[in-house]
Structures are given as C-alpha cells and as structure tokens.
C-alpha cells in the first residue's frame, strides 16, 4: 500500500518539471491542486456529517440519560458505563460476537481454497461456478434467513429430516439449543459471505503474473506446490482485505441473529450479539444513554482489532 | 346531555390552556369542537396491519364525503417496526397526525405529552359510555383520554374436532376447567406422539397476551396493581406454574418445539388439537383453513379459581404536536364513530369497540361460535397489565419466565426475580 503511494507521489510533480510547455494546455499546476481539494472536500463532508458527527453525538449520549424520546437530557458522568460493565449480559455477548467472528473468518481460507479451484486452468462453466457462489450475496439476508430458519427447523427442517434418514435417531433442535444455536447462525453467516469473498479473490488471483506459475513449472513445482508458494502469498492482500471486513461485519453483527434467532426463543438470552445487546437497550428499553455506551464500546473493540490487525500485516501481507 | 358533553368540553380545555401547552398549539385546538367542512388540511394516518387496509380506506373516504378538502394519506408499518418508527418520529417532532395506539405504549406516550386530549370530542359525538370501560380506563392518563377505543381482544380455545374424534376424547364444553383441559391435552398428546401431535401448543414463550396474562387472573392472581408487581404473589405464581406442570407431562407442547413451529402453524397443520389464541387469529384460521372450517370450533378458556381473560384493544390517538390538529381531531372522532367501527366489524379482523356493532362481526364467521369473545369482555375479562413504560419490564418477562415453562429454573424463584426486576422498573417510571 504504502509502496503505490510512494510512487504516485513521485510521479505528480515530474509533468512540471519535465516538459512544462506540452502540458500548459491541459491546465496550470495550481488548478491541479484546487480540484482535489473540491471534490474530496464533498466526499468529506458527506462523511463528516453522516460518520464522524453520529460518532461524536453517540460519544456525548453515551454519558447522558435521557427520557424514552431523547428529550430531557442529564450529564449523567460514568454512570451508562458502570451499569454496563456490571451488566451480566455484556460478557456473554462479547464471547458470542467473538464466537461468531471466528466462524466468520473460517469462511475466509474456504474461499481461497473455492476460487483457486474456480480459476483452475482448463475448468469449464467458470462463469456459472462465480455466479453459483456470487448469488447468494446478491439476495436479501432477511429473506434468506427465512429459509434458513426452515431449514434448521428441529421437527420438520430438511437437515433434520436427512439426518433421521440416516437413522440419527435424535436429531437436535437447532436454533434452540444453547451454543449450537449461534453455531448455526455462524454458519449461515459464513455461507452469505462466501459470495463476495470468492468475488475479491477472483479478481486478486487474475492479477497473479502468469509467469510465476510457468517459471515454477519449468522448476518443477507441483500444482498444490505452485498454490502454496505463489497464489497464497500473492493474495495476501485481498486476504488481509477480507479478514479486516469480516472482523468488521463481524462485530456488527445482527440481522441474521435478529432474523433467526426470535424473542421467546429459551435461548436467545444466552445469543445475543454486542449490537443485539444494544439494540435492546436502545430501542427496547428505552435507554439511550445505555444503548449508546455498548455502541462506543463496539467502536473500542473494532478499532482496536482493525490496528492490531493492520500493526500484523507487515508480518504476513505481500505486495508487489 | 348536550350541554353537559359541551362543559366537559370546554373544562378539558380550559385545563389544557392551564397546563401551558403552548400558545400556538391552543389556538389551534380552541376549536375543537367541530371543523368547517371547507376545512383544508393534509393530515398522516399511521396503523399496522395490513389486513385492516380496506377498512382504513373506506372509513376515510367517508370521512371525505364530510370533509372533502381533508386529505389524508396513510401509513403502514409493520408492527416489529412501529414503535421504534413511532419513537423516532416523536423525537424528531415528526409524529403522524393520527394513529393506532395499544395499551403498552399508551402511558408512555401520554406521559411524554406526545399525545392531544381527546376529552374536547365529547362535543363531535364520542360518547365514552359507549366503550367498554376496560377500554376507555387503558386510554386514560391522570383522569384525561388519550384515546378512542377502536376494537378489542379476548382469549379462547381453538380446537381441532378431528384430533378429539381420532384420539377418543370429548370436545370442551363451556364451564371446563383447568383439570379437563389438562387431562383432554394429556390423553391426546399420549396418543399422538408416535405422529408428532400434541394435545395443545401455545406461545408461552413469545405472546404473554395468549397464555399466562390469562391463567394468572384465573388462578386470583395480578401481574401489577398500584404500580407494584404482582409476580411474587403467591396466586401469581401458581398462575405461571400451570404452564410449567402442562409442559412437564407432555400436555402442552414445550417451547423448543413452539419455538421451532409457532403453535398457529402447528394448529392449522394437525399437528394439535387445542391452541390458545385471541379472535384475531379467527381471520387468519378461516382464510387458512377454507373449506374445512367445520372441523374446527372454539371454546371459552378453561376456569381455574375463577373465570377470567385478559383483554385489550387498540386505540384512535393524535398526535398533540399536529400542524392540523383541529382536523386531526375530527378524523380521530370519526374513526371512533358508530359508522366507521361497523365498517370495521365487516372487515372482520378485529372485534370494533362501539357497543352494539359486535353483533356484525360474529356474523363475519358464522361457522364458529365466536360470541364468546364478545361476551368475555363484558362477562369476566380482567385489563391488560400495563403501567407508565410497561414495554421496558413486559419485554423481559420472557427472559425469566421461559426457563421457568421449561423446568430449568423453579417457578417461584424465576417468579421472585422478576418481580424484583419489574419493581426496580418500575420505581424508575416515577
């Protein structure tokens, strides 16, 4: 990353200075410098108004309470955040969202290892295999969840139904078990994101030199060999890409546990996830000062992993 | 009576000027008695369920025929989304002109001043003898109305006559009792569970509304009363402990299974015999189970120390932030007229408030006896349990009762720790 950079800011002062005359018509460096400036300052006033003031009034709330409207409100100190860290909830639902995370990032090896087979020289239908994989992401989470939900159903879902013909005699509950009911809503998860991960590695394996493979083959290396010395270090940074968006979606994880997982399920208690958490708090309950505290707390976590994932990428990420 | 509905009238808003709602909003509401008919005004109309569409539209267009430069446009939201829509429009000053109101919400909203005084539309005809009083009470706040009842709810049996026959066992009679229910929904759970049939499948866990709001006042019990909880009353629990003893022995269907299959799905597939619903699943069971509605009856709920169900109803409100609130107030009055709520009782999906319009909707399902519903509610129907901010402790009651349902934790116990939870919840409310 910070390699391109360099480069690109090497190369804008060489059109001054290498030949002023041809380049006079195209516009004088002044003007070069002024457009920038315009069009990113739009983009950053988007972004000030619509991330960084919501982050700061969500930061103020958090140390508010305020009636069920948001209206009356009263500095209120540390106190949104004593009554969190005291909440027995919050530990329980830091464990789920890291549990569900770590599935997640399951999904992100899975699809190396899917479209490196997609990209396999000599496969035929690779475009109906991308779409295959591709659809999944384009439907609608919510609609999906639905079906998955049948799916899982304990009576009379297709897996349970399968596995009693394979003379399982008892086949669980799915979603209403403890533990094995966010494994499932993990494992729906990691089947919506495949899609797109396959899509970004696609696109990451394209832009492998075909050389490396054929030097490696005139030097005898194997196809498992080729894969696990030239496309897996290559794709490193589309790797390092997916690993910090799925950390990301993963702690924000909700519609799927919303959708699958229902108010006066036994075990949604012990599922919720960190934005579920605040998700009742705020909206349910009424507590926005409360709500707002587990959202800061989110933001911590993310911000936290997201540097300490991108301080270790220098360890493991290639770029060419 | 024409003079005293117009003092009273006049009383409620001499007590709004006092109560300082703002010079803009009383010159506004100085008049609400009636509206010119040339009257013009955009007004917003908020509701939930989308079965009630044809009845909404045609109650404004009568509206219309009195007040035809009055428009009005409508909004629906699903119910999962209404009341956070709600709330966030409240905040933002943006609240519909008028709009459904249910008995968790009302005092909230009341309470807030979010809501108009509806005691001025004594002048417009709203009569208020002319609702149930359990209604007229649940849209009360501090002695003001703050809502028109609009319809009402009470709780039944539904029952599946073809199980009864296939499993050997008599159908209920009005006057059961706990006992019969249990030893019916025992002998038919024992005899369907090589088929995956239960004697009866309830939503214990997700809908209080249909299942223990209901034994509770059977067994003498409360759940709140002079804001204090009544779960750990000793009545109370035996109430909630029913519930855990009928799932126990395999009478009622246990949660993981409701939870799996909501029992609505599981009664209209067979998969029980007995399901306690209120009479608004009565449109969905006949849409559902068209051409087979004569295999299917319903029975008033089983007595326990006495008779009881619980009801509740839906309420006409406006806004009291309105741009139009002369207008909305007449829209308001309008629904909650006699002509509108019959309009309602042909729709079908509700039972309308207005007493003397009912007799219309148990005619909508003449296969079935559905006066029963009618005639709880005036015969042993006890409120629904709400209080200032009623969704804060009512949406935890699952998180405690549920392992109770389940035998993991022990009734009194889960019982006792609610109360203590709803009594914290509700010395906040002050």
Redo the contacts between chains.
């Keep these: 990353m910070t390699e391109v950079g360099a480069r690109d800011g090497r190369a804008v002062p060489s059109p001054g200075s290498a030949s002023p005359s041809g380049r006079r018509r195209r516009g004088s460096p002044t003007s070069v410098g002024a457009w920038p400036v315009a069009f990113i300052g739009l983009l950053m006033l988007g972004v000030a108004v619509f991330y960084y003031w919501p982050i700061v009034k969500n930061l103020i709330t958090s140390f508010q309470q305020t ?5 009356d409100p009263q500095f209120v100190g540390f106190d949104n955040y004593t009554a969190l860290f005291q909440d027995p909830g919050l530990g329980r639902a830091i464990v789920n969202t890291v549990l569900y995370t770590v599935i997640l990032l399951l999904g992100v090896p899975l699809s190396v290892a899917i479209s490196a087979m997609i990209e396999l020289k000599g496969l035929r239908f690779k475009g109906l295999y991308r779409t295959v994989y591709f659809m999944p992401y384009l439907a609608m989470p919510m609609a999906v969840a639905q079906v998955w939900k049948i799916l899982y ?5 297709l897996i349970n139904q399968v596995l009693k013909g394979l003379r399982v005699s008892n086949p669980p ?1 799915w ?3 403890p533990w094995l009911a966010l494994i499932s809503v993990s494992v729906f998860g990691l089947w919506c994101a495949i899609g797109f991960n396959v899509i970004i590695l696609s696109s990451g394996l394209k832009s492998i030199p075909v050389e490396l493979y054929e030097a490696a083959s005139i030097d005898g290396a194997t196809g498992l060999k080729q894969f696990r010395w030239i496309t897996v270090p290559l794709l490193t940074p589309s790797i390092f890409f997916l690993t910090i968006m799925t950390t990301i979606g993963g702690f924000q994880l909700f519609d799927a546990i919303y959708a699958m997982i ?5 075990v ?2 012990q599922t919720r996830s960190l934005v579920r958490l605040f998700y009742q708090q705020a ?4 507590n926005q000062g409360g709500g707002a505290a587990i959202a800061i707390v989110i933001l911590a976590m993310v911000a936290v992993v997201t540097v300490i994932q991108f301080i270790g990428q220098k360890k493991w990420v290639n770029y060419v | 009576m024409k003079r005293r509905s117009f003092l009273t009238g006049a009383a409620a808003l001499a007590a709004m000027a006092v109560a300082g709602c703002g010079s803009k909003e009383s010159s506004s509401s100085s008049a609400p008695a009636t509206i010119d008919p040339d009257t013009t005004a955009n007004l917003t109309l908020a509701y939930w369920d989308k079965n009630q569409t044809g009845t909404v539209t045609a109650n404004i267009k009568s509206f219309n025929e009195k007040y035809p430069k009055v428009k009005v446009t409508t909004n629906l939201t699903a119910y999962a989304d209404y009341w ?1 829509k709600l ?1 966030t429009q ?2 933002g000053n943006e609240m519909p002109d008028v709009l459904w109101m249910n008995g968790p919400h009302i005092q ?1 909203y009341a309470s ?1 001043g ?1 809501l108009a005084s509806l005691d001025g539309l004594t002048s417009q005809g709203i009569g208020w003898g002319n609702y149930p009083k359990a209604l007229v009470d649940l849209y009360s706040f501090d002695g003001t109305h703050f809502g028109i009842p609009k319809d009402f709810d009470t709780i039944g049996v539904f029952y599946n006559k073809d199980i009864f026959k296939a499993a050997g066992v008599a159908e209920p009679k009005a006057g059961w009792t706990w006992d019969d229910f249990h030893q019916k929904a025992k002998a038919i759970s024992d005899w369907g569970k090589s088929k ?1 049939v239960w004697g009866c499948a309830a ?1 214990f ?3 209080a509304q249909s299942t223990y709001y209901n034994t509770i006042p059977q067994a003498d019990g409360f759940v709140i009363k002079d804001g204090k909880s009544g779960y750990d009353d000793p009545k109370t629990i035996a109430g909630l402990q029913c519930w855990t003893d009928w799932i126990k022995d395999g009478s009622v269907a246990p ?3 409701a ?3 909501p029992p609505d799905q599981m009664f209209e597939n067979g ?1 029980c015999a007995m399901f306690w619903g209120g009479d608004w699943m009565a449109s969905q069971l006949a849409t559902d189970l068209k051409g087979k509605e004569e295999t299917f009856q319903v029975v008033e709920l089983p007595k326990g120390a006495k008779q009881a169900t619980v009801i509740h109803g839906l309420g006409w409100s406006v806004a009291e932030k309105s741009a139009n609130k002369a207008a909305a107030l007449a829209l308001a009055a309008h629904m909650g007229s006699e002509a509108a709520q019959t309009m309602e009782a042909k729709n079908g999906t509700a039972i309308p408030a207005f007493n003397g319009t009912q007799d219309a909707w148990v005619k909508t399902y003449p296969q079935w006896d559905m006066q029963l519903f009618v005639d709880a509610a005036s015969d042993y129907a006890v409120p629904y349990p709400v209080s200032k ?1 009623t ?2 402790w009512a ?1 935890k009651e ?2 405690y009762l ?2 109770a349902f ?1 035998g993991t934790t022990p009734v009194p116990t889960a019982a006792k720790n609610l109360a203590d939870f709803m009594n914290a919840a509700l010395a906040k409310e002050k």
């Design positions: 009636n069920a409207f948001g209206g159903n304990g009576d009379f879902g509950y979603l209403v078990t229902s108010r006066g399920n036994p949604e208690p909206f349910v309950d009424s | 956070t709330k409240a905040q909230l807030n979010m995956g939503a866990n997700s809908d949660s993981k299974v939870t799996s299959t998969k901010n969704a804060v949406d699952p998180d549920t392992p389940s």
